[in-house]
């Protein structure tokens, strides 16, 4: 039985023209879900049918976009846990952190403690999916990955490792079908209280010395960062010396 | 002996001029006085003369006290300086810190929120305490001075390695057991974002992320992908990005253990397998962990790019390497290359032209392998070796090729307590 993938979009913000667009996290998790269901993959999205950018995802060769219609003040959450829950999903893909709104990235650990599913974090590829368990790279820093096994159903969140979205075809996203259906009227009450303006650069960390003594303010000045130089070995063997470089390697965990 | 130099001005005004009705006095009292023999004869006392200078060597002062530097009064070992100790007895709250500790070892980060829960818990004010909530295993040494009132370390097989549920079910526990004003995490992928966002859900708060500029009424945090500031309440929890506040420096604090009792954990449902084996060469340059660099030094082409494969490095490249074509340019790393981050970085017949060091500066621990032991590289390494570059590359993959083989039975173990 193929399992049912769902993939929450939403709409991103191109990051210097501020245009909207596909949310570059969000269409990687439709490549994913691509991936895994083809064209069974369900694309949900809360909010406008009217919204330009929905088209830009149905581009991807979607044949049609789920939509819970709602106002932009309305609480998401609400109507997609609903959703959720209705369709019986198995995998549910979302981008880490929104690119527009308040971008808490919260969204998918609401819906997993709502829905009492696990969530797995920062995805680069869902490698295999076995029974009720599926093989989960995460992304890690420094490229590195991570493989853990969950059970399904579970909730991810996509990782800007994953691969990238492909190309978006303009004229199949227009004739894709935009299936409304109607989504919840709770108002984000918390959100009324914030004042929202636009990013001040943040200012730099100057260096601050913190010195007592004029002779202390001058070494502090003048001092190289780097301090005496290390080990020499000039004289040992080659052997000798590739067990020294190794032993390092192996205290610095780079060899493992 | 205190380092603190007490100067008499009027004494050392009166030891420069000699025409000074006192002048004789004070100078041989400077010289250790003058003292005559039985016979009436002057008596000079040899180890009196002089002063030991900071260098443990005796000086004597040929001036006879005319020069205005002070003289033999400074004590020759610097004294440590003990900065004050910050107590708090039995707090009514705490700011709950929950540190990233990054190989073992508190980051910068880590340390800029333990500052600014010090600055939240002086604007509230009562008697409230910072604890730093640490899991799996800790080599800091030096919590004291990063400012760590009380310190819960959260220790167990079910927390090594990647167990975010674990975690978040005993920081839950914390949230019962104690009374806790804030919590505050580091908004990073080392984990501190994912484990505040698990908490946030469980605790049914909201919390407030990308956070930089928090006082007790106000949080300033970013959205929409950094572009907007949005100002707001401050929530219960925190995900605080880097240099929200500065870092502790000039107190000492208890880092008193505290403990958490009876943390039952369920099964988990994500399982971890341990880190994958990655390509390091698909890994980007900028982030890589461990470089091998080869330079004008590298004659034998195909042993480098097998030693890079053996040791599981990401290659670079001097400039020179990559003008010659032997290297991509993409793989030149310097100032008009890659400015590299690595923990280890192996420079490989690099003379370490300034150009070239630019790009290492965030370098940890650098490795040079060289035949010229003067050249500019082996004074920025940690460890040198002076020798041939293919004699000594085909020793370390010999090596490392031995290890590997050896251990590949407790590989699997490692790798789950690796990170
Ligand atoms: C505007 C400008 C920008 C530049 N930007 C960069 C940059 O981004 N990155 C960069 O790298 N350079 C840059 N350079 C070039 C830089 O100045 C140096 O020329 C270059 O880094 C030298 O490379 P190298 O150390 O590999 O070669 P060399 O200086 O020739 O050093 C070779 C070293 O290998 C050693 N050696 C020789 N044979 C052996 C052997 N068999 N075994 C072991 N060791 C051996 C030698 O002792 C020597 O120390 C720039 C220059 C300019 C003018």
């Known amino acids: ?62 044949p049609k976009v789920t939509v819970l219609e709602q106002d932009e003040s309305a ?71 991570r493989q853990v096994t969950v059970k399904l159903p579970f909730i991810a969140s996509i990782d800007n490792a994953a691969e990238a979205a492909r190309q978006s075809a303009f004229g199949p996203g227009l004739r894709a079908k935009m299936d409304s259906q109607n989504g919840s009227t709770v108002e984000d009450s918390v959100r009324v209280d914030w004042s929202e303006a636009p990013a001040k650069a943040r200012p730099k960390r100057l260096k601050i010395v913190k010195a007592k003594t004029a002779a202390d303010r001058f070494k502090a000045a003048t001092a190289k ?24 390697l192996i205290e610095e965990k780079v060899i493992r | 002996m205190s380092d603190i130099i007490r100067r008499d001005p009027r004494a050392e005004w009166i030891i420069r001029n000699r025409l000074h009705p006192l002048h004789d006095q004070y100078a041989n009292q400077e010289e250790g006085g003058e003292v005559r023999g039985p016979s009436g004869l002057l008596r000079k006392f040899p180890h009196k003369v002089g002063f030991i200078g900071p260098n443990g060597i005796k000086r004597i002062d040929r001036l006879k006290g005319n020069s205005s530097a002070p003289k033999g009064k400074r004590s020759s070992a610097a004294q440590e300086v003990q900065l004050p100790l910050h107590k708090v007895d039995s707090p009514e709250y705490y700011i709950m810190v929950v540190a990233d500790l990054v190989g073992g070892r508190l980051t910068g980060h880590d340390k800029d929120i333990l500052g600014l829960a010090h600055k939240l818990i002086a604007e509230r004010g009562g008697n409230g305490a910072v604890v730093a909530v640490c899991f799996g295993e800790v080599k800091e040494e030096h919590f004291d001075t990063a400012g760590v009132d009380r310190l819960l370390h959260i220790d167990g097989e079910a927390f090594e390695g990647y167990s975010p549920e674990a975690r978040v079910q005993a920081l839950a526990q914390v949230e019962a057991q104690y009374p806790v004003k804030q919590w505050l995490f580091p908004d990073s992928i080392h984990g501190g974002c994912d484990l505040a966002s698990r908490l946030a859900a469980r605790l049914g708060e909201r919390p407030a992320t990308q956070a930089w500029q928090v006082n007790v009424e106000q949080t300033v945090s970013r959205g929409a992908s950094a572009s907007l500031d949005i100002t707001r309440k401050t929530p219960k929890i925190l995900m605080l990005l880097e240099e929200c506040a500065d870092a502790i420096d000039e107190t000492r604090h208890e880092a008193t253990p505290i403990t958490l009792d009876g943390v039952s954990v369920t099964a988990p449902t994500i399982q971890d397998q341990g880190l994958m084996d990655v390509d390091p060469n698909a890994i980007p340059m900028a982030e890589a962990e461990f470089i091998l660099s080869a330079g004008n030094g590298i004659h034998n082409w195909d042993q480098f790019h097998d030693a890079a494969k053996v040791l599981g490095a990401t290659e670079g490249a001097s400039r020179v390497a990559v003008d010659d074509g032997f290297m991509p340019r993409s793989r030149q790393v310097g100032a008009t290359g890659t400015w590299v981050t690595a923990r280890v970085y192996i420079a490989v017949g690099i003379s370490g032209a300034i150009q070239h060091m630019q790009g290492i500066g965030q370098v940890d621990k650098v490795v040079a392998i060289n035949t010229d032991a003067g050249c500019d590289m082996v004074k920025r390494a940690a460890l040198s070796v002076i020798g041939d570059s293919e004699e000594i590359l085909g020793e370390l993959m010999k090596l490392t090729a031995e290890h590997k083989s050896t251990s590949v039975s407790d590989q699997a173990e490692e790798d789950s307590h690796a990170a």
């Open chain 1, 1 to 62: 039985m193929p399992h049912k993938v769902i993939s929450l979009i939403s709409v991103g913000r191109h990051p210097q023209s501020g245009r909207s667009r596909r949310a570059d996290q969000d269409s990687r998790a439709v490549e994913l879900g691509l991936k895994l269901a083809g064209t069974d993959l369900d694309v949900v999205h809360a909010g406008s049918s009217q919204e330009p950018v929905l088209r830009q995802y149905a581009g991807m060769g979607l």
């Open chain 1, 75 to 145: 609480d998401a959450l609400v109507s997609i846990a609903d959703y959720l829950k209705s369709e019986k999903a198995d995998i549910v893909l979302t981008g880490v952190r929104a690119e527009s709104g308040e971008s808490s990235g919260m969204t998918p650990y609401i819906l997993s403690e709502q829905l009492g599913w696990p969530i797995v974090a920062r995805v680069a590829d869902i490698v295999e999916i076995k029974g009720d368990e599926a093989q989960v790279l995460l992304a890690l820093p420094r490229g590195q990955r």
């Open chain 1, 225 to 248: 960062p780097q301090g005496g130089s290390g080990k020499v070995m000039k004289n040992e063997s080659a052997q000798e010396q590739a067990q020294a470089i190794f032993d390092l």
